[in-house]
């Protein structure tokens, strides 16, 4: 019952802080003119500073909106954003999560901002249809209906590839536009993975793929999925799935490019790309500020194609949303507007290095400037445009489903239980938490 | 008037319950009191009372609540993860034999009064005092596979450790021999306290009895130590089944195959990751009334404890 204290603790702190901001905005309101609207948000250093900036600009234009801010880091911010919510003291605007929305859209927390979002003006047209569309919902599935959000960015998960260690090895570099087959694909992972100082030991591996971000690229490409396209049937005992996950245990179990068998975490396989000893890299747009600093060159390639001959990957999202309960909703609205399409916001975002644009033209412009690296930064176009997919769990009710998938996966790895063998036993498994999910949002959808 | 009965009924007035003195200070202790009360009413009994009423519930986090009897409970039955996460809760209550056992023997020898005893105090003291988020992340490093210290060492003597943290069999071991490290010196200090606390009368009685060490240990040390084992032993399993900073700092999914995933961690996911706020209620209600079960029992088991020598 003590952790109904914790609990509790964290609710009713976060409360504070924001019953601080709403006593704020009290009190300024007094003089009719100057108001506040909190706003809450996450990410890293770079993206905090940055989105700080943006908010600044906004309150230049805004001269009588205050926006007072909450930031938390990445892990924290679901736990406290719903500690706000049960405790009715919803930010007036904050991010949205993906796989949320349809819960907070039923439950009446998120405001429908169709009306608002049109009549200003904005040309949705050039937004990324995926960005916008992940906040589009009629209670039931996401994609179509009103809108609740904005796109504060789209994520596009690129492959990288260290360009400086293909030249002093004298591979030719993969095409940007044709992928690897799979098999060229672990052709060239071997002749890069080698005992570069003559210990013994092999130092330089081509892959480091953590199983969490990297295996939809080889499901997908091969045919295979998690789920059927309504969501209500977990797919993944088919042969092509079977297959992809098969081929992504082998790298480690078979091929031998993929450092130290019982290794998964990413955190060191990142390293070591970053460190140089590393051929292949997944690349989102919020690495490039980091990897840009990087002592090799590199670049973007198509994830590598298995049987459909097609490369495939994932776009997240996060969204911009406004509550429902909010007193300024005119301002609110537009400071959601502010963040997702304007401009000048989008300028000081990009040039942080944490996003790609929001506005199509505009990204256009980035990928063909010349000056800037990676390269090949028109993949991420390409990929949030035409081939890259959400998330499996991105338009579930909730992801639990599909974590078991991934919590029970690492025996697979380890070469321990076969693809087929694995996918056999867990379908049923997932089969009843997604069914669960799917009862949950009926039963909320109804009302 | 004497001086006397001046004095009497002076005395009588400041006793007296209309005495200003009297009701000021009344009012003071009040004041002190109601503030620990409020914040038990707000920060615990209230919630408290919500749980129990939201446990009932299909509530998730966000909505309305629907009124659902025994469902969650029922529900929790069929849960092989609720099980699952509970049995490895208990688990890692391992380490509490293992850490008492351990701060007893060290608590022994620093109160033989060795030099530099100060020192060692101090050194066993400071993962006590830091922060645990800290301490987690030093370990998760510590463990890790390829680079971890671990490892290095087990190196050293030739032996190729896993990798701590994503082995299904070395997951718990891992994370029970951090806990006994950080709460070592906690105990040992109270474990120091009451040695040094048994008079010295008792050993020079047993030595003229011809006692040897091991019978002073065992019908003097011990026994007198009973009351500070007792309430280690209960803190520690309250604490216990209540472990999460560690586990979701060092495996955020609940390491391979769930297996260090404890059960404070599965109701945090619940509740705030899959929106089942009722369900997480309700299992919240359950390690209640274990953690409650187990802490009479010990009660019970341990009524006859105090200082009286067998």
Known sequence: ?447 | MTEETVVEKKKKTFFHHDSKLYRDEHRAALLMIVLPVIGFTIFTLLPLIYSIFASFTNWNGLGEMTFTGWRNFQLMMKDNYFWQTLGNTFYLMLGIPIGLILSFLLASALSRGLKGTTFFRVVYYIPVISSLAAIAIMWQWAYNGDYGLVNQVLALVGIKGPNWLQNVHTVKPAIIAMSVWKGLGYSMLLYLAAIQSVPKSFYEAADLDGANAFQKFKNITWPMCRPVTFFLIITNVIGGSQIFTEINIMTPTGGPEYSSATIVWYIWQKAFKNFQMGYASAMSMILGILIFIITALQFYVNRKSDYKLS
Request: proline letters at 4%; glycine letters at 6%; aromatic letters at 10%.
């Open chain 1, 1 to 447: 019952m003590k952790i109904w204290k914790k609990l509790g603790l964290v609710a009713l702190s976060t409360m504070m802080v924001l019953g601080m901001a709403a006593c704020g905005s009290k009190s300024s309101s007094s003089d009719s003119k100057k108001h506040t609207i909190t706003f809450m948000y996450r990410g890293g250093e770079d993206e905090k500073k940055a989105y700080g900036q943006a908010i600044k600009q906004f309150e230049k234009t805004h001269k009588n909106v205050n926006v007072k801010i909450i930031v938390t880091s990445a892990d924290n911010y679901a736990t406290k954003l719903q500690a706000a919510i049960s405790g009715n003291k919803v930010p007036d605007v904050f991010y949205i999560e993906q796989n949320n929305l349809l819960a907070y859209v039923n439950n009446g927390v998120l405001k429908d901002i169709s009306k608002e979002v049109k009549k200003s003006n904005i040309d949705l047209d050039n937004v990324w249809s995926y960005g916008v569309n992940s906040y589009r919902t009629n209670g039931k599935t996401v994609g179509k209906g009103p809108l609740y959000g904005l796109p504060k960015d789209v994520g596009p998960m690129s492959l990288g590839y260290n360009k400086t260690m293909f030249e002093k090895n004298n591979i030719p570099l993969p095409d940007k536009d044709k992928p690897y087959t799979w098999d060229q694909f672990i052709e060239v992972s071997k002749k890069l993975t080698k005992d570069t100082n003559g210990d013994g030991k092999i130092d330089q591996y081509a892959t480091g793929f953590n199983v969490n971000w990297s295996l939809q690229a080889f499901v997908w490409s091969n045919g295979g999925d998690w789920t059927n396209k309504n969501k209500t049937k977990v797919t993944i005992n088919t042969p092509q799935f079977a297959e992809a996950l098969q081929y992504f245990a082998d790298f480690q179990n078979k091929y031998h490019i993929t450092p130290s068998a019982k290794e998964s975490q990413s955190l060191d396989t990142y390293q070591r790309w970053m460190k140089g000893e590393l051929a292949f890299f997944p690349v989102g747009p919020w690495d490039l500020s980091t990897y840009n600093k990087l002592k090799f060159d590199y670049d973007l390639m198509p994830w590598p194609a298995g049987k459909t001959g097609k490369s495939a990957t994932y776009v997240g999202s996060l969204g911009i949303g406004v509550s429902n309960k909010t007193k300024y909703s005119q301002d609110a609205v537009e400071l959601a507007e502010y963040l997702s399409t304007n401009k000048k916001a989008q300028k000081t975002l990009v040039d942080a290095g944490v996003q790609i644009p929001n506005l199509k033209n505009m990204a256009q412009t980035w990928a063909d400037d010349k000056s800037l690296k990676p390269a090949n930064r028109e993949e991420f176009l390409q990929i949030v445009n035409d081939y890259g997919r959400a998330m499996p769990a991105a338009t579930t009710y909730n992801s639990e489903w599909y974590d078991v998938f991934m919590t029970d996966i690492q025996p697979v790895l380890d070469g321990k239980v076969t693809a087929k063998e694995y996918v056999k036993k867990e379908q049923p498994k997932m089969q009843t938490k997604l069914d669960a999910a799917n009862q949950q949002l009926k039963a909320t959808a109804q009302k």
